[in-house]
């Protein structure tokens, strides 16, 4: 495992927060300097508000490791925020349970299988606040699938409601319908994006 990318501040990936990035890929290679990101984090600690760990290549939860980068990066009583497709609901049920993060921003690109979905409730039954990013592309994610994932992000803290950023066929969903889908999601969710 290696940092591949380092961003000292980020206020896209989770609107409302300015964050530090991290972007880890499994393997070797060769990367930012886990103790220069190290210092530069701590440096900054009371200036962010939070640290985001998203996987490059794969979802950080398939990484080996992740456990120590937090540890080794991260100075105590920073939030951890962890980005991921959530489909590997153990491993964050454990790293929920140890107390390596409480926040946790889903990103989903099509309708989530049964253990993305078991992600979300390990995330709701960890007290964790969570995100729910919904990337609407019209030959992956039907609007139906959508408005069925109202339920699903129940107590979401934030849903962000994304066209793609290549769209194929130039098809995409009418703002009308975003705005449908928006005010769905408003019934369950805090705070809600359309980009």
Do not use: W
């Not at 591949?4 to 409302?16: E, F, L, M």
């Not at 253990?115 to 007290?127: I, K, P």
Request: a negative charge; aromatic letters at 8%; hydrophobic letters at 40%.
């Amino acid at each position: 495992m290696f940092i591949s990318n380092y961003r000292r501040t980020d206020t896209v990936s989770y609107p409302g927060f300015l964050l530090s990035a991290v972007e880890i890929s499994d393997g070797t290679g060769d990367g930012v300097s886990e103790v220069e990101v190290s210092n530069t984090i701590y440096e900054d600690r009371d200036s962010i508000d939070g640290v985001l760990l998203r996987g490059h290549g794969s979802d950080v939860l398939e990484i080996d490791g992740v456990h120590r980068l937090i540890r080794n990066l991260v100075p105590k009583h920073t939030r951890v925020i962890l980005e991921t497709i959530g489909k590997h609901p153990d491993v964050l049920d454990d790293l929920i349970g140890a107390g390596y993060t409480r926040d946790i921003s889903f990103v989903f690109d099509q309708y989530p299988v049964k253990t993305q979905l078991d992600s979300l409730e390990v995330a709701r039954n960890g007290d964790c606040g969570f995100a729910v990013t919904l990337i609407l592309d019209p030959s992956r994610m039907t609007l139906e699938d959508a408005h069925d994932l109202v339920y699903s992000a129940r107590d979401a803290v934030q849903i962000q409601l994304r066209r793609p950023a290549v769209e194929v066929d130039k098809k995409r969903y009418r703002k009308n319908d975003m705005m449908a889908l928006a005010k769905s999601f408003r019934e369950v969710a805090r705070d809600v994006k359309i980009f």
